[in-house]
């Protein structure tokens, strides 16, 4: 007997991948009800050799349902988790409503698989920020064994962290550069983002940061240790899919970069691509479509004492969000639910 699953934002960036990995991984699954908005009602999504009819979220029943996988904004999300919640169905969230809620878990299953377990209190559990989840795989490893003090981190955002319109702007954008007949003026990002970068993803807060640095600072210290400070400069790049991040890191402890690379070398979800020559690391393009947060550029830094540089590079729609999801989902059903 396996689950029955509904996957809210099905038409979505992330909920096409969902189904893909839940189909890749062979996950349990009894039966499935895929969900949008309203405009996408009888929309067929694929899913494995089957075709599903996307449903309207707003009038969805979900009493007798194991999990939903929630990929919509915040604001259908608060009026939709709880009820889902509510009618006894587990909710994984991929928006950032519940991230910061001391009764939500939030969760990456290769760094605090054992947080799931708190999802009882509200009958939900978060998914962190893509970029966060890529960051906290590459760190834990290391913090383990040398306890991290702070990490400065500078993101290379590809426009897929954006939905479906920052992945349309930046290919409509592109073609109008090269055959200017029309023009495409920024819509979804504040700036044109063909041939360029944007230092600023999510508002502006207070101090000057944006909502997408505090989120990693704020989720980073929520899943490792609240006692890692965390300094983060987020930028969106021209890049379809793949989010890549340069990471310094001090440690209390001397962690010498051999060690780090044997250590990262084993660590789960880690893939090691660290040659000292041309094309001896990953990008972008080469990790779309893979489940490993990839690490390169592993070196020391010799500015302080006890520091470490590193590159690491992930599919932001897969570790980054629906991946992750499902790995969440599998420790669930390991741990707590128990069926398949
Ligand atoms: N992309 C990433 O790397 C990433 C990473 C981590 C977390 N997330 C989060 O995951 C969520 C989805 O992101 P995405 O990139 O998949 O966005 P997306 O491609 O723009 O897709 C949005 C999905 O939400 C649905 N939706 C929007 N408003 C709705 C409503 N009122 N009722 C029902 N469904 C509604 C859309 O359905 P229609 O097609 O019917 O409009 C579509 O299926 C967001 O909360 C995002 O912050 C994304």
Redesign the pocket.
Same mark, same amino acid.
């Given at each position: 007997m396996g689950y029955k699953v509904v996957i809210?934002?099905?038409?979505?960036?992330?909920?096409r991948e969902m189904l893909n990995i839940l189909d890749e991984r062979k996950f349990p699954v009894d039966e499935i009800a895929v =969900?949008? %908005?309203r #405009? +996408?009602l009888g929309t067929e999504i694929s899913f494995g050799d089957k075709t599903l009819k996307t449903q309207d =979220?707003?009038t969805f029943d979900f009493t007798g349902w194991d999990m939903a996988l929630f990929?919509?904004? %915040?604001?259908?999300?608060k009026e939709f988790a709880p009820k889902a919640a509510k009618a006894g169905c587990v909710v994984i969230d @991929? +928006? %950032?409503l519940y991230r910061y809620d001391p009764d939500v878990p939030l969760v990456v299953p290769e760094v605090n698989p054992e947080a799931v377990l708190g999802y009882d209190k509200k009958n939900i559990i978060a998914?962190p @920020?893509?970029s966060t989840a890529q960051m906290v795989v590459a760190l834990k490893p290391l913090h383990d064994r040398a306890r991290i003090k702070r990490v400065v981190v500078s993101t290379y955002q590809s426009v +897929?962290? +954006?939905? #479906?319109?920052g992945l349309d702007e930046l290919w409509d954008q592109t073609k109008a550069i090269y055959n200017p007949t029309s023009e495409v003026p920024p819509n979804k990002f504040t700036k044109q983002i063909a041939f360029n970068v944007i230092p600023h993803i999510d508002v502006f807060m207070e101090d000057g940061s944006t909502k997408e640095e505090w989120k990693m600072v704020a989720e980073t210290k929520k899943i490792i240790d609240s006692k890692i400070k965390v300094t983060a400069t987020c930028v969106r790049v021209p890049v379809f899919v793949g989010h890549s991040e340069a990471i310094n890191i001090e440690f209390e402890d001397h962690l010498d970069e051999d060690e780090a690379r044997d250590i990262l070398r084993e660590a789960p979800g880690c893939m090691v691509i660290d040659k000292r020559e041309d094309g001896g690391y990953v990008t972008p393009v080469e990790c779309v479509g893979d489940y490993a947060t990839f690490i390169s550029r592993i070196r020391q830094d010799s500015t302080i004492d006890n520091g470490l540089n590193i590159w690491v590079v992930s599919d @932001?729609?897969r570790k980054?969000?629906a991946l992750n999801a499902v790995q969440i989902a599998e420790t669930l059903g390991k741990r707590v639910l128990k069926k398949g």
């Amino acid at each position: 007997m396996g689950y029955k699953v509904v996957i809210v934002g099905a038409t979505g960036n992330v909920g096409r991948e969902m189904l893909n990995i839940l189909d890749e991984r062979k996950f349990p699954v009894d039966e499935i009800a895929v =969900l949008a %908005s309203r #405009k +996408s009602l009888g929309t067929e999504i694929s899913f494995g050799d089957k075709t599903l009819k996307t449903q309207d =979220l707003a009038t969805f029943d979900f009493t007798g349902w194991d999990m939903a996988l929630f990929a919509v904004g %915040s604001g259908p999300t608060k009026e939709f988790a709880p009820k889902a919640a509510k009618a006894g169905c587990v909710v994984i969230d @991929n +928006s %950032s409503l519940y991230r910061y809620d001391p009764d939500v878990p939030l969760v990456v299953p290769e760094v605090n698989p054992e947080a799931v377990l708190g999802y009882d209190k509200k009958n939900i559990i978060a998914n962190p @920020n893509c970029s966060t989840a890529q960051m906290v795989v590459a760190l834990k490893p290391l913090h383990d064994r040398a306890r991290i003090k702070r990490v400065v981190v500078s993101t290379y955002q590809s426009v +897929s962290g +954006s939905g #479906k319109e920052g992945l349309d702007e930046l290919w409509d954008q592109t073609k109008a550069i090269y055959n200017p007949t029309s023009e495409v003026p920024p819509n979804k990002f504040t700036k044109q983002i063909a041939f360029n970068v944007i230092p600023h993803i999510d508002v502006f807060m207070e101090d000057g940061s944006t909502k997408e640095e505090w989120k990693m600072v704020a989720e980073t210290k929520k899943i490792i240790d609240s006692k890692i400070k965390v300094t983060a400069t987020c930028v969106r790049v021209p890049v379809f899919v793949g989010h890549s991040e340069a990471i310094n890191i001090e440690f209390e402890d001397h962690l010498d970069e051999d060690e780090a690379r044997d250590i990262l070398r084993e660590a789960p979800g880690c893939m090691v691509i660290d040659k000292r020559e041309d094309g001896g690391y990953v990008t972008p393009v080469e990790c779309v479509g893979d489940y490993a947060t990839f690490i390169s550029r592993i070196r020391q830094d010799s500015t302080i004492d006890n520091g470490l540089n590193i590159w690491v590079v992930s599919d @932001n729609l897969r570790k980054g969000a629906a991946l992750n999801a499902v790995q969440i989902a599998e420790t669930l059903g390991k741990r707590v639910l128990k069926k398949g």
